[in-house]
């Protein structure tokens, strides 16, 4: 039972509910110990409704106490033309989800977006409340872009928003007096409990040098292979699925004949924090651009609970934490500050301590609390029992 079931929340989701844990996941099923919370999966397409063999009825479906998912009815399919059909069916998608969440006994709705193009829910229900969750840079453009004017009437319009990166709130954030900055999380406990050696790591040759997360377009490949060419005694992991982007598939076969690479795949959620307490060295290797300086990786947190020397681009959400990480620009200070990350001085308990006491800041039970105060705070309500969880 959550603490507020008066409140329930209708969670607008670019993506149907599943085992990726992203930032939307950890937020919304925790903010379910709060409120009710129900995980909004997009409609299908009229077309695949159409043409389904078997009856697509979906059902509400309890995940978590006070966390479900909404899959909406094959009658009420996405359209993308006419705007008026489109509309109407998004309308009614919506007022399904609040009818759910009455039927529960919430008596305050509140919409909570996690991307622009869900800005017309804020006119198509009654809700007492509205959040955008800013997590990422939609563009997705390599050069740093002027304010997008959409999204730039969302952010004034919405009652909180919650900003990931501190770029993007140093960019947008004074567009709305409410905004707050949300940095990621981690799982905390999962990333420091002693894991054994997974199986497939035990194979591959210390030193390790890892990397945790999708294999993508914005790691700078040249600095890759670069270090993989120059460092035959380093043995490189990779753990993680592979984006679909032109030249990754290239990249990853051309690098996957060096014998000191080793392209793990993906893992499942409680796999991955098996991998890099045996990782020597974790590595963020992100191209410097005006996308990554938007991103906020959540795997910065996850290495430093492992207790990991950590080395990182030093994009802008990364350089609050130079005392912690090492931040080279160069080939050579790169191959320098792995080498140091090497040393038994970097790897005393003293700092291992220290990087896991910063990671622990970062717990994602009490970043959503945060959220959910905030939340109470807005409606006029009693604060948040802080002893939750």
């Keep these: ?29 925790r903010l379910g110990r709060y409120f009710n919370v129900l995980w909004m999966n997009p409609a299908r397409n009229w077309r695949e409704i159409w043409q389904a063999r078997t009856d697509p009825t979906e059902r509400e479906t309890s995940v978590l106490p006070g966390f479900s998912v ?53 006119s198509s229900i009654p809700h007492d409340l509205s959040c955008y969750h800013l997590e990422d840079d939609y563009s997705f453009s390599e050069v740093e872009l002027p304010l997008d004017p959409a999204e730039s009437r969302l952010l004034a319009a919405v009652d909180l928003p919650f900003m990931l990166s501190p770029a993007t709130f140093e960019k947008k954030g004074g567009l709305n007096p409410a905004t707050s ?24 040759p210390r030193p390790r040098i890892g990397y945790s997360g999708n294999i993508k377009k914005q790691l700078d ?6 270090l993989i060419t120059c460092h035959p005694e380093w043995s490189f992991v990779f753990l993680g699925p592979q984006d679909p982007t032109e030249g990754i598939a290239e ?21 991955i924090p098996h991998y890099p307490q045996h990782f020597d060295v974790c590595i963020m290797p992100y191209t ?24 990182g681009t030093p994009i802008r959400s990364l ?7 090492a931040l080279p620009r160069t080939f050579d200070e790169w191959s320098a500050a792995i080498a140091e990350g090497l040393t038994p001085a970097a790897n005393t308990p003293e700092r291992c301590a220290a990087r896991r006491a910063v990671a622990r800041q970062f717990e994602w039970d009490d970043v959503v609390r945060g959220i959910a105060s905030t939340i109470v705070q807005r409606l006029g309500t009693d604060t948040v029992d802080s002893a939750a969880g």
Aim: proline share 10%; charged share 20%.
């Design 251 to 271: 990249a990853v076969r051309v690098l996957t004949g060096r014998q000191n690479v080793h392209f793990l795949g993906p893992k499942t959620t409680t796999e």
């Design 1 to 29: 039972m959550p603490l507020r079931p008066e409140i329930g929340i209708i969670g607008l989701m670019p993506d149907a509910w599943g085992d990726r844990w992203m930032v939307r996941t950890h937020v919304m099923t």
């Design 70 to 122: 909404y899959s909406p009815e094959p009658w009420l399919p996405a359209f993308y033309r006419p705007a008026w059909l489109a509309n109407l069916s998004f309308r009614q998608r919506l007022r399904r989800a609040r009818r759910l969440l009455e039927a529960r006994g919430c008596k305050k709705i509140v919409l909570y977006l996690w991307l622009p193009r869900f800005a017309s829910a804020l």
């Design 319 to 325: 350089v609050d934490f130079a005392e912690v990480i």
């Design 221 to 226: 490949w040249p600095l890759i292979d670069h």
């Design 288 to 311: 410097s651009n005006g996308y990554t300086k938007f991103i906020y990786p959540l795997k910065l947190h996850e290495y430093l609970a492992a207790g990991r020397p950590t080395v």
């Design 181 to 204: 900055f949300v940095p990621g999380g981690v799982d905390y406990a999962a990333y420091t409990h002693p894991h054994p050696e997974p199986a497939d790591l035990i194979r591959i």
